[in-house]
């Protein structure tokens, strides 16, 4: 192509495929380059960002419970809080539910409803968040504040020690109702995932087991899940990236207020939350930097989730002498 | 009640497009700033579009972000809720000048309390803001409403979330009536808030107040009216029982001394005047007084000379409060500050 170049003759056919060899390679390298290019631009750019705040804050940026715009005081621990709070809640009620999902479509369910149950949880996953936050707000607050919430405080809040978890007057929004719309995000998620994780164990093992009479659920615990096992937890470990990261169906229903309750029902806010809620009106200096170096933290936070993801995946892998 | 609170959404978003249409046409005005105006700005726009075939291309991504792009010189003209003060102005080569004026009302749901029936005071406010004042039959606010059956319901407080400037003068307002709030919590576009839930914008206030039973908010005039809202009254700073309506807001504007503040950035809460609401609020364009693209800025001043003179029906429409005529021959003498490279005013209006 170039004029250094020297151009083998085009007649010759096999050193066209060479060349055309030579630009596919050229061409696929600088698209791969330009992903890490971008993410070393990401991570220098708020890092330069976010280097006033944690110069000016320490180390204490990341343990301060205080955030103040009016005496630019800054920390970031009730916004990771409320972040970690709310993702884990979100995989406690997601994850045990997607697996039953999948289960049933690949185990149990009549072949009819096959197609049209797995259609509508791939539908539900192409959702737009904004709608689980108008949803979340209009229908499923009102119904925590009216029924859920008061059958928590005046039953759970009552026992000692975790009674604190449910205490206090029923907002309607707060950590658990913003932990619930998450489980709903992540839940087609993960059940479709799982259901295509289950779907590759090989059916002459599956058909064996079977054969040689064992029932559905032993079949499921002795080769479908162990088979599946190192595919489910970098499925999972996707999920809670996901869950991490949300931002507009969360702030319509967490409260978005910059503190640590013990109890789920009282408001929280989380790092994306934050940002989305403040970034528009934040003046310039203190508190714009403080607001990126959340999103830095949450960047080393999903980071850290999907290493760990990387990490247990080889251990897996060392295990079944893969 | 969201049907009728997408209607100002709606009428902007076509206001919008409309103007959007136009952007190609290099001599429209560009302009960046508070949500607050936006509807009316827009309104303004489509009309003055139509009339001069000059289009407005205004960007609402909020104060903070417009004062940041007049003084980074990407648009024409800045717009913000909180008036900038006269060193910050004086150090960007700023010239302020206030458009039209909204009031911020307090919001509540309670069953059987209907628009305009409870009567909050300033102190009483700030208490149940502080977290002091739980449950809505505290004594406090049974003295002030001795007619109404109040339930012994703990009041669930709601706050902007995002940075604003409606958040700005709720709270200048707050720290005017009560000592405690100013030393602890303060005045600004955000506030570490002791209490409550926030919601992002007018409307997530206005949606979280109308979900949410036994809350209280504060939003603009104009979005707890559209959504039918119940709002509450206020004992102003003569003690007098005042209802928020575009009079009591226009009162608050009448009293003020508009030109004791560099810029007009007086703020009208906590007012004097038996008919004044206290909390009632100017919002701000800001441009360059060292104009680098005359022609530009003299375009901009002309959409504002014809809004000023035109636009009081279409704000009245939208429930904002036009400017005094005393006070907007005061900004177009202001105007004057507004100078090219030549050292002459970009534009002089003919009846100036």
């Not at chain 1, 919430?149 to 975790?162: E, F, H, K, S, V």
Request: charged share 15%; hydrophobic share 50%; net charge neutral.
């Amino acid at each position: 192509m170039t004029a250094i170049d020297i151009p083998p003759p085009l007649s010759d056919p096999r050193a066209r495929a060479l060349r055309a060899d030579r630009i596919a390679h050229g061409v696929s390298l600088g698209a791969a380059l330009v992903v890490l290019l971008v993410l070393i631009g990401v991570t220098l750019s708020l890092a330069a960002g976010a280097w006033p705040a944690f110069r000016d804050l320490g180390p204490g940026f990341l343990t301060a419970k205080v955030w103040n715009p009016v005496t630019d005081r800054y920390g970031a621990f009730t916004a990771i809080y409320g972040t970690v709070i709310t993702s884990v809640l979100a995989m406690l009620i997601a994850v045990p539910m997607g697996l039953g999902i999948a289960l049933f479509l690949t185990e149990l369910c009549p072949r009819p409803l096959r197609r049209p149950i797995g259609i509508a949880i791939e539908l539900l996953a192409g959702i737009p968040s904004i709608i689980y936050g108008i949803w979340g707000l209009f229908v499923l607050a009102p119904l925590m504040q009216h029924t859920v919430q008061p059958l928590l405080i005046a039953t759970l809040g009552n026992i000692p020690g975790i009674g604190a978890l449910f205490a206090g007057p029923p907002y309607g929004i707060g950590l658990l109702t913003a932990a619930l719309i998450l489980a709903m995000m992540v839940l087609p998620f993960v059940a479709s995932l799982t259901r295509d994780i289950f779907l590759t164990t090989p059916p002459m093992l599956r058909e064996a087991a079977y054969g040689m009479g064992m029932t559905t659920w032993e079949v499921t615990r002795h080769i479908t899940l162990p088979k599946s096992a190192t595919a489910l937890v970098g499925g999972m470990m996707l999920a809670l990236g996901r869950a991490l990261g949300e931002t507009m169906a969360v702030t319509f229903v967490i409260g978005n207020a910059h503190r640590m309750p013990a109890s789920l029902l009282q408001p929280g806010t989380t790092i994306s939350a934050a940002i989305a809620n403040e970034f528009n009106e934040a003046s310039a200096g203190a508190y714009s930097s403080a607001l990126i170096a959340l999103g830095f933290v949450l960047f080393v936070l999903t980071f850290l989730v999907l290493a760990a993801a990387q990490l247990m995946l080889r251990r897996l892998a060392r295990r079944n002498g893969r | 009640m969201s049907l009728s609170m997408t209607r100002k959404a709606l009428l902007a978003g076509a206001a919008l497009f409309s103007v959007s249409a136009g952007a190609a046409c290099a001599a429209d005005i560009s302009g960046a700033g508070a949500t607050f105006p936006y509807p009316i700005y827009s309104d303004w726009a489509k009309t003055y579009q139509s009339e001069t075939g000059t289009g407005l291309n205004y960007q609402a991504i909020g104060s903070g972000g417009g004062i940041k792009q007049i003084e980074a010189r990407t648009v024409t003209f800045g717009a913000s809720d909180a008036p900038l003060k006269g060193d910050a102005l004086k150090q960007n080569t700023l010239v302020q000048f206030p458009t039209v004026m909204g009031g911020i009302v307090p919001v509540v749901h309670i069953d059987g309390i209907e628009p305009g029936k409870m009567v909050l005071d300033g102190p009483t406010l700030a208490k149940i803001y502080m977290g002091k004042i739980t449950k809505w039959d505290d004594p406090a606010i049974a003295k002030l409403n001795p007619d109404l059956k109040l339930p012994s319901k703990a009041i669930a407080v709601v706050y902007r979330s995002d940075g604003s400037g409606t958040t700005f003068n709720f709270t200048t307002y707050l720290g005017d009536v009560s000592a405690d709030w100013k030393s602890n919590v303060g005045v600004a576009t955000s506030v570490e808030w002791p209490t409550g839930i926030g919601a992002k914008g007018n409307q997530g206030v206005a949606a979280d107040v109308g979900q949410t039973a036994n809350s209280i908010g504060y939003v603009e005039y104009a979005y707890a009216l559209q959504n039918h809202m119940t709002y509450t009254d206020m004992i102003n700073a003569a003690g007098k029982r005042v209802a928020p309506k575009a009079d009591a807001f226009a009162a608050a504007a009448a009293n003020a001394d508009w030109s004791s503040q560099p810029g007009f950035g007086v703020i009208l809460a906590n007012q004097p005047g038996d008919a004044t609401w206290p909390m009632t609020a100017a919002t701000f364009i800001l441009m360059h007084s060292d104009a680098k693209d005359a022609t530009a800025s003299a375009e901009a001043l002309k959409f504002f000379d014809w809004a000023y003179a035109n636009g009081d029906a279409a704000a009245g429409k939208l429930d904002y409060i036009p400017m005094p005529d005393s006070v907007v021959a005061l900004v177009k003498q202001e105007w004057q500050q507004i100078q090219g490279s030549d050292g002459k005013p970009v534009y002089t209006d003919a009846t100036n």
